[in-house]
């Protein structure tokens, strides 16, 4: 959606109520059974008239088409379907009253002229909000320029080549013209006496003079400094596109308030009620003034002020728009002729020229081209390739392993720290045995502990048997083993203190040897056991410890993603931050455009008004992105009010401020 459709579809409406007020039915809707044979002068020729008419309406219509781009093309094309262009019956019947038509067939004639009309005044509006939006952008360029000396330099040496060609031709011309008053008559043996030196030294000399007459206009501005005509020349390019942004905005203006507008004031609708005809001559001067704008849109000898007195006086002072005045029927039927031709040349002539003049302005003052921007870094790559390609080819091998080394690396990093320790901790949660964390076994354990139970308690059988005499009986025995296993080794400790008194003897005897190694096995034990519990708590944790080994790896490629993702895919995040400081900068422009206005009856001017379209026109396409189609739908109920330059400054500042708030969520 845009400006320009909304524009359309409303005088769409607005035509078909015109319309609908004359029949029950609307014309697009007439057959054959609505015409009197009395009012039917062409017979059945009428019938075939009105179906094509009817063609032709529906193709111009923006409520029936699905197209929504505007094309002169498809306005042409309807024309020449209804055989209302180049066609030598529709003049004669427009001139002759005896070949008058039925009255709906001439409604239907009126009603497709002006749904042309006013598609073409959608096609200018378009035309120029697209041409208006870029000259801002150039603008900037230029202050960018402006702002720094190295800037300006650089500029001189991107345009050194077109200004030197430039010369060339200057001096060129300049030595013909220099050379045209010393030619004189001369005999054929003269002309071959002359020698070929002669004649080229005076070619040098014209030359020299000319180089030195154009060196001493700029030797002042030379000495006080060298960028000063570069400077120069910037800002004069500066203000030839500011001008015609200038122009371009108050001709948008004029347009939207002033152009096919149906509805007017209370006292043109009364005068409408009254007079059947008073649409048709907006019609004939919304032709009229798309006319003048088009040809005079390019002329930026005058300012904006002077540009609307221009399109006014001209509307004013054309003499075939006088001559539709007349309220009879006949004088308007002839004024369809009219209609249609300048309608045709609008579309034809005056768009295509406005068209191609706008584009040589755009090129003489915009910014230079891509060529002309990047030739110096080209020729410079172009200059350095041979050398970069010897470097490349001395250093293939180089290059080669350290493209393979970078392959490998990556590779081995990817399945050593980010499959493997994912995999693992698959594993721990589904209870894998080969996933889990282990110190020692479990059964290692349960050998020592019955190994040092077995010799706890041959020891204490061999101590009692040599002590008491006697053997130890089962009793006796199971309670030194329950002692063993709660780490209870007093038996052989005893033995231990009591062969320490006597350690010859008890080392010959071996007791005490034997329960130093029997100690030896307890304190195995008691590291089993306490690296059990160690195992235990590992266990416990084992899934702590698999997140902890896969977080570096993920850690490491989620970053490296988001920076390639960040550095060379959409930059999704980006723009969206960009596209919402866009919109803010949009509002603080329309802001500003409204508080410096100059209030003319409280109501903005012309130029002011085209350039509130175009800032309203990028925020609406801005917002239509990012709001839902409820909300978008209230927003252009406050764009609308908006952009009504007969609301005035004061309710457009309110709407403003309404829409800051009300829509801060998707607007920043």
């Known amino acids: 959606m845009s400006l320009a459709l909304d524009q359309v579809r409303r005088i769409d409406v607005q035509l078909d109520k015109l319309q609908s007020g004359k029949h029950t039915s609307p014309p697009s809707s007439l057959t054959s059974d609505d015409i009197t044979p009395s009012e039917n002068a062409v017979g059945t020729s009428g019938v075939a008239r009105i179906g094509r008419l009817q063609a032709a309406i529906k193709l111009v219509s923006t409520i029936t088409s699905r197209s929504t781009p505007f094309s002169s093309e498809k306005i042409l094309s309807a024309l020449r379907l209804a055989n209302m262009l180049g066609d030598s019956s529709f003049s004669q019947e427009l001139e002759d009253q005896t070949l008058r038509p039925c009255t709906a067939q001439r409604d239907l004639e009126w009603l497709l002229v002006s749904k042309a009309t006013a598609q073409t005044h959608g096609l200018?509006?378009?035309?120029?909000?697209?041409?208006?939006?870029?000259?801002?952008?150039?603008?900037?360029?230029?202050?960018?320029?402006?702002?720094?000396?190295?800037?300006?330099?650089?500029?001189?040496?991107?345009?050194?080549?077109?200004?030197?060609?430039?010369?060339?031709?200057?001096?060129?011309?300049?030595?013909?013209?220099?050379?045209?008053?010393?030619?004189?008559?001369?005999?054929?043996?003269?002309m071959e006496a002359a020698s070929n030196t002669r004649k080229w030294s005076t070619f040098y000399s014209l030359v020299k003079d000319s180089i030195r007459d154009r060196s001493l206009t700029r030797s002042t501005s030379s000495i006080v400094s060298p960028l000063i005509f570069y400077r120069s020349e910037v800002r004069s390019k500066q203000q030839q596109l500011r001008r015609f942004r200038e122009l371009s905005a108050c001709g948008l203006g004029v347009l939207v308030?002033?152009?096919?507008?149906?509805?007017?004031?209370?006292?043109?609708?009364?005068?409408?009620?009254?007079?059947?005809?008073?649409?048709?001559?907006?019609?004939?001067?919304?032709?009229?003034?798309?006319?003048?704008?088009?040809?005079?849109?390019?002329?930026?000898?005058?300012?904006?002020?002077?540009?609307?007195?221009?399109?006014?006086?001209?509307?004013?002072?054309?003499?075939?728009?006088?001559?539709?005045?007349?309220?009879?029927?006949?004088?308007?039927?002839?004024?369809?002729?009219?209609?249609?031709?300048?309608?045709?040349?609008?579309?034809?002539?005056?768009?295509?020229?406005?068209?191609?003049?706008?584009?040589?302005?755009?090129?003489?003052?915009?910014?230079?081209?891509?060529?002309?921007?990047?030739?110096?870094?080209?020729?410079?790559?172009?200059?350095?390739?041979?050398?970069?390609?010897?470097?490349?080819?001395?250093?293939?091998?180089?290059?080669?392993?350290?493209?393979?080394?970078?392959?490998?690396?990556?590779?081995?990093?990817?399945?050593?720290?980010?499959?493997?320790?994912?995999?693992?901790?698959?594993?721990?949660?589904?209870?894998?045995?080969?996933?889990?964390?282990?110190?020692?076994?479990?059964?290692?354990?349960?050998?020592?502990?019955?190994?040092?139970?077995?010799?706890?308690?041959?020891?204490?059988?061999?101590?009692?048997?040599?002590?008491?005499?006697?053997?130890?009986?089962?009793?006796?025995?199971?309670?030194?083993?329950?002692?063993?296993?709660?780490?209870?080794?007093?038996?052989?400790?005893?033995?231990?203190?009591?062969?320490?008194?006597?350690?010859?003897?008890?080392?010959?005897?071996?007791?005490?040897?034997?329960?130093?190694?029997?100690?030896?096995?307890?304190?195995?034990?008691?590291?089993?056991?306490?690296?059990?519990?160690?195992?235990?708590?590992?266990?416990?944790?084992?899934?702590?410890?698999?997140?902890?080994?896969?977080?570096?790896?993920?850690?490491?490629?989620?970053?490296?993603?988001?920076?390639l993702s960040g550095t060379f895919g959409g930059r999704k995040g980006k723009t969206e931050q960009k596209s919402r400081g866009q919109r803010i900068r949009l509002l603080r422009n329309i802001d500003r455009i409204l508080d410096r206005s100059p209030p003319s009856n409280g109501l903005l001017s012309y130029k002011d008004h085209g350039m509130l379209l175009c800032e309203i026109h990028i925020l609406r396409q801005s917002a239509q992105h990012v709001m839902p189609r409820g909300v978008f739908a209230e927003f252009l109920e406050?764009?609308?009010?908006?952009?009504?330059?007969?609301?005035?400054?004061e309710r457009q500042i309110r709407a403003v401020d309404r829409i800051r708030w009300a829509y801060s969520e998707w607007i920043g």
């Not at 697209?130 to 603008?139: A, F, H, I, R, S």
């Not at 493997?420 to 080969?434: A, C, L, N, Q, S």
């Not at 406050?638 to 400054?649: P, Q, R």
């Open 124 to 190: 200018v509006i378009d035309l120029l909000l697209e041409q208006t939006l870029p000259l801002g952008w150039d603008m900037w360029y230029w202050d960018e320029v402006l702002s720094s000396s190295f800037y300006l330099g650089l500029y001189s040496v991107q345009t050194s080549p077109t200004r030197l060609w430039q010369l060339s031709k200057d001096i060129y011309a300049d030595v013909r013209r220099r050379a045209q008053p010393n030619r004189r008559p001369t005999t054929t043996d003269e």
């Open 257 to 563: 308030n002033e152009g096919m507008n149906l509805d007017g004031d209370e006292s043109e609708m009364r005068r409408a009620k009254n007079d059947k005809h008073a649409w048709k001559t907006v019609v004939l001067k919304s032709v009229a003034l798309m006319e003048t704008l088009l040809r005079n849109l390019t002329v930026l000898d005058h300012g904006s002020h002077s540009f609307e007195d221009l399109i006014f006086t001209n509307i004013e002072d054309d003499r075939e728009l006088s001559y539709a005045s007349a309220s009879d029927e006949g004088g308007f039927d002839q004024r369809l002729a009219l209609v249609l031709s300048r309608l045709q040349l609008v579309l034809e002539v005056h768009l295509p020229n406005h068209i191609t003049n706008s584009k040589e302005l755009v090129t003489r003052y915009g910014r230079p081209s891509r060529i002309v921007r990047y030739w110096v870094p080209t020729i410079a790559l172009l200059f350095s390739s041979s050398t970069l390609l010897r470097v490349v080819v001395n250093r293939k091998a180089q290059l080669t392993t350290w493209i393979q080394d970078l392959g490998a690396t990556t590779i081995d990093f990817w399945y050593n720290w980010v499959v493997d320790p994912i995999r693992k901790v698959i594993g721990t949660i589904r209870h894998d045995k080969d996933a889990e964390i282990a110190i020692m076994s479990k059964e290692s354990l349960r050998g020592d502990q019955a190994s040092l139970e077995r010799m706890v308690v041959d020891f204490a059988k061999d101590n009692a048997f040599r002590t008491n005499g006697a053997a130890m009986d089962e009793t006796e025995l199971a309670v030194v083993r329950a002692r063993v296993r709660e780490g209870d080794l007093t038996p052989v400790l005893r033995a231990y203190e009591k062969d320490l008194r006597r350690p010859i003897v008890g080392t010959i005897r071996g007791d005490l040897i034997r329960a130093l190694l029997i100690q030896v096995q307890k304190t195995k034990v008691d590291v089993e056991v306490a690296v059990g519990g160690i195992d235990a708590l590992l266990k416990s944790q084992e899934l702590v410890f698999g997140f902890v080994g896969v977080t570096p790896g993920i850690l490491v490629c989620l970053g490296l993603f988001r920076w």
């Open 638 to 649: 406050e764009v609308d009010e908006l952009i009504d330059l007969h609301a005035g400054i």
